[in-house]
Structures are given as structure tokens and as C-alpha cells.
């Protein structure tokens, strides 16, 4: 086992790489950032960012605990996750976009002062 696969904990289970020499495991891997996150920082002060982002924590945990995935780091927004397969990552992934996408943040004067979510798998 790896040192991600080792990062993911005790019962994370990975995939079997098709034609695997020597018993490799596949393991997918899902990166997620808010494009903008310093200047969204500088235009709603630190109490509205901290509420925005909680909420959009929430929403990345609660998809990568539906499919399986198992967050291995953060740094401010972004999150670094691994998955037992790429179908769940990819499931995951799916899932956190309509999510974030249906998300309302009440807090924020219009939908554009997030301008992205980027998630990449």
C-alpha cells in the first residue's frame, strides 16, 4: 500500500488496476478548488467567507462520504481526496457539482460572486 492509500486510513479498499502486476491497487483521485477564493475573501470580509465556506466543506464531505471517497488533505478551499475507483470518484464528483450548483448561499449579494467551483478527477 501506498502513502495515499495509507493516508485514507484503516478499511479503505482499492480498486484492482485491470492487467495489475504484482497485486497494484487503482486509486482515483478528485482535486477541488473556488476559482477566485482570495478576491471573493477581499469583497465579503472574513465572517460572510467563513459561512461560504463551511457550507461548501459540508457539501464536498457529505459527497465524498456518499460514494466512498476519503479526504486525504485541505488547504483554505481546496480539498485533495481519494476514491476506491474511478466510477466512485467520478459519482462523487457529479454529485458535489449539482449540489454546489443548488446551493443557495444567502449570505452573498449575487450567485456570480462565486464564479466557479472547479473539480478535477
Do not use: K
Not at 24 to 47: K, N, P
Not at 80 to 89: E, T
Amino acid at each position: 500500500m501506498g502513502p495515499v492509500a495509507e493516508q485514507a486510513g484503516p478499511g479503505f479498499a482499492a480498486s484492482p488496476a485491470a492487467g495489475a502486476v504484482g497485486g497494484a491497487e487503482t486509486l482515483t483521485f478528485l482535486f477541488t478548488d473556488i476559482e477566485g477564493s482570495t478576491a471573493l475573501l477581499g469583497r465579503v470580509g472574513e465572517d460572510v467567507y467563513a459561512q461560504v465556506l463551511a457550507s461548501h466543506q459540508a457539501i464536498i464531505r457529505s459527497g465524498l462520504a456518499g460514494h466512498g471517497g476519503r479526504e486525504v488533505d485541505t488547504q483554505g478551499d481546496g480539498f485533495f481526496a481519494v476514491f476506491p475507483s474511478p466510477r466512485a470518484c467520478v459519482a462523487a464528483a457529479l454529485e458535489i457539482q449539482r449540489a454546489l450548483e443548488a446551493h443557495n448561499e444567502p449570505q452573498l449579494p449575487t450567485r456570480q460572486d462565486i464564479e466557479r467551483r472547479r473539480l478535477a478527477v
